[in-house]
């Protein structure tokens, strides 16, 4: 009789845990620095970075655009309003799709080793690039990097190459990617180069950017 009471209790707690996880709705209300608010299964939820929820969801990172989050053991990448279930199934690669902004030049937010950043797609860009400023920023360290030269429209600058820990563009998460930094203010954006183009699936449709995970 005890044994077969302890068996019910235990089927009880597990049916409970996996209760809590079983997420059904989850529905991004509101973006900030580090701090996202979701309505999930619709209670209000306000997490900061590294915090998870009742429900088991995890907030990695977030900016005014857009949040990484950890629901289910998978990272999902949300804007505000963006709305899933517990129906939703990753696709097999992970694909992101840039529509094109002023001027045809395609401009997405991402992160890189965990910091929010906006990326301008550059074909013509050997590897990552990016500001010495932009590095002091993201915190990435210098120590250890491979110096050289290169010619810019501003003239001749230092540059330091190393690999980035980990760069993800929307679902599209890849490690260890060359990035080159120049020093001083040029260029204004980070530009999307070809250390990570190179590795991804790139097509271009009416006017739509589409970046596949190739693994």
Do not use: C, W
């Amino acid at each position: 009789m005890r044994r077969m009471l302890a068996t019910a209790l235990l089927q009880l707690i597990v049916l409970q845990v996996g209760a809590a996880h079983a997420v059904a709705d989850i529905r991004v209300d509101g973006l900030f620095k580090d701090r996202v608010v979701l309505t999930v299964d619709g209670r209000m939820r306000i997490l900061k970075a590294g915090q998870t929820s009742p429900e088991g969801i995890k907030l990695i990172a977030s900016n005014s655009r857009q949040a990484e989050l950890e629901i289910n053991g998978q990272v999902q990448i949300m804007g505000v309003s963006e709305h899933i279930s517990s129906r939703f199934v990753a696709a097999k690669k992970a694909e992101v799709r840039i529509p094109a902004g002023p001027g045809g030049h395609y401009h997405v937010g991402g992160f890189i080793n965990g910091h929010a950043v906006e990326f301008m797609v550059d074909t013509g860009a050997t590897m990552i690039a990016m500001s010495s400023d932009q590095a002091r920023r993201l915190n990435i360290d210098l120590r250890g990097a491979e110096r050289g030269a290169t010619s810019t429209a501003n003239g001749v600058v230092e540059i330091s190459v190393v690999d980035l820990d980990k760069v993800q563009v929307g679902a599209i998460t890849l490690r260890q990617v060359p990035v080159a930094v120049l020093a001083g203010s040029y260029p204004s954006q980070v530009l999307l180069g070809n250390s990570f183009l190179s590795r991804v699936e790139m097509m271009e449709s009416n006017g739509v950017l589409v970046l596949k995970q190739k693994f």
